[in-house]
């Protein structure tokens, strides 16, 4: 049971991480980026093609986040010519290219599950309260924790995060106020791309990399999207932390039904709290 | 968009088209029911089969546009319904009996049974966040049938579903099976357009394009989006069953992400609201799929990624849009 929980907050953090930058792009722009999934993926075979030592894991850490720049700059170019059209247009585009990347992926990499090593002195062993635990799902757990709390100075401390904060708040205030919107959108899109793919990195050695883990972790995302509110930092840390838990408690408890705990979580915040738990008022949660 | 503009969109206002047009549009339709039910005459018994499957497709997309064309709500989710009708189908095929309207009606009815139990959670929202919504239900429902192994037979699916039955005898042909794809298909697209045609499709179409101005009117719009979620459910279920009579088989990744993904193509490219573009989205859909598939390598799928991709830019109203574009100049 400790072990559960446990990997519940591994599995949260990481979830954190991926599902941030999602929450950011949409709260912001409200772009749907269906591609988050892919570009967690990219990562995960980045990692599992440098696995082995130190330097292969911190070298597959900075190409993704090579990766993750360029792919978010892409992106949000791409976006950019249906700026004028609704948002259901732009979430769909993201819908194609996702298709696409996850179809080169499998090219590139085959069809076979990769299992990644996590790297020397990590891949072992620890006791906590005397159960033995994998020292690599503990670094996460610091990292993850790192990780969120420097995301959450950005956003609220800094001036970037001020101005991502004022965009998610009032879009056309601060395009009034001399703000290039593009810029902050391209900015914004990069950096919650480089997350994703960093998180599929940090993920390898738990999730491994196959085809369709895409789709997998697109959807915990997006749950801890919806059960945190859009664009909060603070929802996205309480919401994957819980779906962490769910999921893996839930694995544990009901093996066999396991995705209907996740549903009636789901379920459950959307009734209580349909804007989610940290999200702003009702009317700007369903994007119009 | 607006009340006002409305009328333009493809399928919106077909009660009102002019004498003459319906009559062009009845001559056209039994033509193309009466080539579609000679195919199986004229074409290689392989060529028959993917024919099948467009048909079965077609089903589905159009089950989807009463939900994305019709009312408006872009679903990614649909995919699942179609799953639990084909594992109810096939269930029942296995442990029942295979003897024709069975499957068939355990299928529509687990549909919209699992489209009941779901979709009120989405009722409340509309647009890209409808999307989401029904996205992750799609996906955990998807997850239920992997995990599930004692009734689902896991990620290896539920196999040895026997040939549906008519009458007592089994339908052992692809010939056979076509016809009866065919004459249910038919059918559920009747039953679509008579839906899509009524004044509660006339609602429907209200809740697409201004839905707090339908709430104003006195509509209890979440009840309507309820009860069109639970019918599209239902024919998709139905399209569930008569894939198990196609391929026999249903596995977890016929109620997946890209199957939903493609549905949501074919009624895109289509364009959403004409039920019979969103027939014409399904053939492509499956011809590049699993006609022109096996000479791609098996990467059909990265082409339809391609042409999603060049249709969200290229097509803002689908196929069916060009036409109506054209005249309005």
Wanted: proline fraction near 4%; include cysteine.
């Amino acid at each position: 049971m400790l072990v559960s929980v446990l990997n519940g907050f591994s599995v949260g953090f990481l979830l954190f991480v991926l599902a941030v930058g999602l929450s950011i792009v949409f709260g912001m722009m409200d772009v749907l980026n269906l591609a988050h999934g892919a570009l967690f993926l990219c990562g995960a075979y980045l990692g599992a093609t440098f696995a082995g030592g130190w330097g292969g894991f911190l070298g597959a850490l900075g190409l993704a986040a090579v990766f993750g720049l360029v792919g978010g700059g892409l992106l949000s170019l791409m976006t950019e010519p249906l700026r004028k059209r609704s948002h259901l247009d732009q979430a769909l585009l993201t819908l194609g290219v996702a298709l696409v990347a996850a179809e080169v992926l499998a090219i590139v990499f085959g069809d076979d599950p990769l299992s990644v090593a996590a790297p020397p002195g990590l891949n072992d062993s620890v006791q906590v309260f005397g159960v033995s635990y994998p020292t690599y799902r503990l670094v996460i757990i610091g990292v993850g924790a790192v990780l969120a709390l420097a995301v959450y100075l950005v956003v609220e401390r800094t001036r970037l995060g001020a101005l991502v904060r004022a965009t998610v708040a009032d879009r056309e205030m601060v395009s009034v106020l001399g703000v290039d919107n593009r810029l902050v959108k391209a900015a914004v899109f990069a950096i919650g791309s480089v997350l994703a793919t960093t998180a599929g990195v940090l993920g390898g050695p738990i999730y491994g990399a196959r085809p369709g883990l895409d789709a997998t972790v697109l959807i915990l995302a997006l749950v801890v999207v919806v059960i945190g509110g859009l664009g909060s930092v603070r929802g996205a840390l309480i919401g994957a932390l819980i779906i962490g838990q769910v999921d893996i408690v839930g694995k544990y408890l009901l093996p066999d039904l396991s995705s209907f705990i996740l549903f009636a979580a789901l379920a459950l915040v959307l009734v209580l709290r349909p804007q989610g738990l940290f999200g702003g008022p009702v009317g700007t949660a369903g994007a119009r | 968009m607006t009340a006002i503009e409305a009328p333009t969109v493809p399928g919106g206002a077909p009660a009102s088209a002019p004498r003459v047009t319906r009559a062009r549009t009845g001559i056209i339709a039994v033509a193309v029911l009466v080539v579609l039910a000679a195919a199986p005459f004229m074409l290689a018994p392989f060529a028959t089969t993917t024919l099948t499957r467009v048909l079965v497709f077609a089903l589905f997309a159009v089950s989807l546009d009463l939900l994305v064309g019709v009312t408006g709500l872009p679903s990614l989710g649909h995919a699942a319904y179609l799953g639990a009708g084909a594992y109810a189908a096939g269930w029942v095929s296995i442990n029942v009996t295979a003897e024709a309207p069975v499957p068939l009606l355990v299928g529509a009815g687990f549909g919209a049974l699992a489209a009941a139990l779901t979709g009120w959670v989405t009722v409340r929202s509309h647009g890209v966040f409808f999307l989401m919504l029904t996205l992750a239900i799609g996906e955990t429902l998807q997850q239920l049938a992997d995990t599930w192994e004692t009734v689902t037979g896991g990620a290896n699916g539920l196999t040895g579903i026997p040939a549906v039955r008519l009458a007592g005898t089994p339908l052992a042909n692809a010939g056979f099976t076509y016809w009866y794809v065919l004459a249910v298909g038919v059918i559920g697209f009747a039953l679509v357009v008579m839906v899509a045609r009524s004044p509660f499709g006339a609602a429907l179409r209200g809740i697409r394009d201004n839905e707090p101005r339908m709430r104003a009117l006195g509509y209890s719009t979440a009840r309507y989006k309820y009860a069109v979620i639970v019918m599209a459910g239902a024919v998709a279920g139905l399209a569930g069953a008569l894939l198990v009579a196609q391929q026999r088989l249903v596995t977890p990744a016929d109620m997946g992400f890209a199957t939903a993904s493609f549905a949501l193509l074919a009624v895109i490219i289509g364009g959403a609201g004409s039920l019979w573009g969103a027939c014409l989205g399904a053939a492509l859909v499956i011809i590049i799929r699993d006609a022109l598939g096996p000479s791609l390598d098996g990467h059909g799928t990265l082409v339809l990624g391609i042409v999603f991709v060049l249709v969200v830019y290229l097509l803002p109203r689908g196929a069916a849009g060009l036409r109506i574009y054209r005249r309005r100049r």
